[in-house]
């Protein structure tokens, strides 16, 4: 707060009063106190970090011999015939102040030193800099780097001085920083020096005019601007707290020019700037650095924002990697409570790497359950099932699931949504040769169930489901399908959910699991009576082969006998024949009644009704008008082709009873229909001697 920040400046101030100059603590407190100082000196730390682990071209090599630097200057003048323009003394300055120069190999050893002092500043390696420059023979540039430290005499120090023992402490840093930063300014100033030690002291005097020259790329430059923001912080805040022992040296109007720049400023200078610097000005449009010019700038709301349109306009030009790095930013900042991002642009920036990288054809990566535990709920839910939709193999699936599980998804919900999404899918358009036959889309509707088969939890759910799937198949008369369907149900699911319930529960059953169970059974009853009516049909047009009519008179013994014989069996099978007819016939009756005089209400009624009507009610009835009268003519017509006419009466008896009111479910044309047929059954048996009913007269 602003008065945290005043009662250190005053603590600052009073130590400054009393103690003398301490320019590391006041640097310290600048840093603790100041957000915009500590991020400026992160992200130079990041750069330096970079440029470290990148390495550089050059190497550690001692350049001069340890203890005499440009040595094959030194051999040439020890000679005695060194060239006219050869420097005849070797100090720093010789060369400057003799304006003579080195041999080609000094001179060529010399540039690729500098050029390796210059990296090692560059990635902050300030003191093996140092060493470079001792180790090379160049103790007095070695001294050189080190100005730049902060300036402590420790014997001020309360703390030192009372957990003492009464000695002298030397003194730490630079006492003359000023006296120091004013020389390297020059240096870097000076066109006759090479660019490589121009540069090398640009950077240590926050000199970026000098120091831009030196840098190549992006993260080279952004370097340099952070590095001269920094700086000029520095001197700007310990300006407030001159020496006592001297008066400190201005710094060039130049250098306090540079305090306008701003993190902003910066980043609209790199990408506008001068055309000198193309590199810096086509990098600077690179994705990448635009992701990283934001996460500096601290605007997460806009660069959310750019990676979503991006999504938009290039999703097929973004690389794989690129749309895992976004997708894991966009996590990061939501996790770090960045309340200003919008979460539907998270959201479609995780699904759309979901999507687009692990999802296969028909197979999932096994992180895909934990990227989708990672959005809301809702979306969690209709994502996961989309993706499963097209999912193939027992195995692959329990294996989907137990991921979805660990990784926190609602899989109850998610097999749900799954089953109703693809049964609720499109469906073939219905064929004219062959209407009844199943489909690949309602086959892949059929198999959608065994996805509520893994958990024996979702068995009431799976009955549900199938019920829904089962009545679309009755109601397009898709008899084969419906079948596939049914077999496709374990044995003893309905155990299953009753045992399962009862272990958790105390009360009754819910009434639409026991209305899903009751569907489930009558639908399984209409099936058991088709297949009876088939097996019946079956045998019926199987009737035995009629033999050639009896020999011709005049035909010999063996003729008469062979033909006797094939009458024998002939009437053997029609016996056998007629038999088993009667028994599929009665058959049929018996699975056709078990659909007609269906328990507690009739068949495709609940049991327990719930006092909304829903689509589900309607589907029943509609049902119930679809395929009694059907199954009650077929009924009919087995039993008349069967010469059981009294049992086509009591088929009239049973449709006409006010105790089933099954002919509520019959248009008039249906009704008449099947009544006509019934009078026609009456006049056969009156045919046979027998009253309209079938009773004997006598």
């Known amino acids: 707060s602003d008065i945290d920040v005043m009662d250190d400046t005053s603590s600052i101030f009073n130590d400054y009063n009393i103690n003398g100059l301490n320019e590391r603590r006041i640097i310290q407190a600048l840093l603790d106190r100041d957000a915009s100082i500590r991020q400026c000196n992160v992200v130079i730390n990041w750069l330096e970090e970079i440029a470290k682990k990148r390495g550089h071209h050059g190497n550690d090599k001692e350049y001069f011999n340890q203890s005499v630097s440009m040595e094959h200057t030194a051999y040439q003048l020890r000679g005695g015939s060194p060239a006219v323009d050869l420097t005849t003394e070797l100090d720093p300055d010789a060369t400057t102040r003799q304006r003579k120069r080195l041999t080609p190999l000094d001179k060529e050893d010399e540039l690729q030193c500098l050029k390796q002092l210059f990296y090692l500043i560059r990635s902050g390696q300030h003191s093996k800099a140092e060493y470079l420059c001792r180790i090379s023979g160049q103790p007095w540039r070695a001294a050189t780097l080190q100005g730049w430290q902060l300036f402590r005499d420790p014997n001020l120090d309360r703390d030192v001085v009372n957990n003492g023992d009464g000695s002298l402490q030397p003194l730490e840093g630079n006492p003359r920083r000023d006296l120091w930063k004013l020389s390297c300014w020059a240096m870097a100033d000076e066109e006759s020096i090479p660019l490589e030690e121009r540069s090398l002291y640009a950077a240590l005097s926050g000199n970026l005019h000098a120091l831009l020259p030196a840098c190549h790329n992006w993260e080279d430059h952004l370097w340099a601007h952070y590095r001269v923001m920094l700086d000029v912080a520095v001197e700007l805040e310990l300006s407030h707290y001159p020496p006592r022992d001297h008066t400190r040296c201005q710094l060039p109007a130049a250098y306090w020019k540079q305090e306008a720049y701003t993190a902003r400023s910066v980043f609209h200078k790199m990408r506008s700037g001068s055309e000198k610097y193309p590199e810096v000005i086509r990098e600077s449009a690179e994705k990448y650095r635009e992701i990283q010019r934001l996460l500096i700038l601290k605007d997460s709301k806009t660069l959310v924002d750019l990676l979503v349109e991006w999504i938009d306009t290039e999703l097929h030009d973004l690389h794989p990697q ?338 089933y009111k099954i002919y509520e479910l019959f248009s008039k044309d249906e009704l008449k229909l099947l009544f006509d047929k019934i009078t026609s059954s009456s006049l056969q048996l009156m045919d046979q001697k027998l009253d309209s009913f079938g009773f004997s007269k006598e």
């Not at 011709?552 to 006998?561: H, Q, V």
Request: negative net charge.
């Open 322 to 659: 690129f749309l895992r790095f976004i997708a894991h930013l966009v996590l990061f900042l939501q996790a770090v409570d960045c309340t200003e991002i919008d979460s539907d642009s998270v959201n479609k920036v995780v699904e759309t790497f979901i999507r687009e990288q692990l999802v296969g054809k028909d197979t999932l990566h096994p992180l895909t359950a934990t990227y989708t535990s990672r959005l809301p709920p809702e979306l969690q839910t209709s994502i996961y099932s989309q993706l499963l939709s097209n999912v193939e193999g027992g195995d692959n699936r329990q294996n989907y699931l137990t991921l979805a599980e660990e990784a926190g998804l609602d899989v109850p919900l998610i097999t749900k949504t799954l089953v109703e999404w693809i049964r609720e899918g499109p469906s073939s358009p219905l064929d004219d040769e062959s209407p009844a036959e199943t489909s690949v889309e309602d086959r892949k509707k059929i198999q959608a169930v065994d996805w509520l088969m893994y958990d024996n939890s979702q068995r009431g759910e799976a009955l549900k489901q199938s019920n829904a799937l089962l009545r679309s198949f009755l109601a397009t008369g898709k008899i084969s399908a419906v079948r596939e369907l049914i077999s496709r149900i374990p044995p003893g699911s309905v155990d299953i959910i009753y045992r399962f319930w009862s272990r958790y529960h105390d009360e009754e059953l819910p009434v639409e699991d026991r209305n899903a169970i009751r569907e489930h059974i009558a639908v399984k009853a209409y099936i058991d009576a088709h297949d009876a009516v088939n097996d019946w049909f079956e045998h019926y047009n199987n009737a035995p082969t009629r033999i050639q009519p009896e020999p011709a008179p005049g035909s010999g013994f063996k003729e008469r006998i062979q033909f006797q014989q094939r009458l024998k069996e002939y009437e053997t099978s029609v016996t056998h024949w007629k038999h088993e007819l009667q028994v599929l016939c009665q058959r049929v009756s018996d699975k056709i009644y078990n659909v007609l005089m269906f328990a507690d209400g009739g068949w495709m009624m609940d049991s327990d009704s719930l006092p909304l009507t829903d689509s589900r009610t309607n589907q029943m009835t509609l049902l119930r008008r679809l395929c009694m009268p059907s199954l009650c003519l077929l009924l009919f017509r087995v039993l008349d082709s069967s010469q059981r006419f009294q049992e086509c009466l009591e088929l009239g008896d049973v449709v006409a009873s006010d105790d």
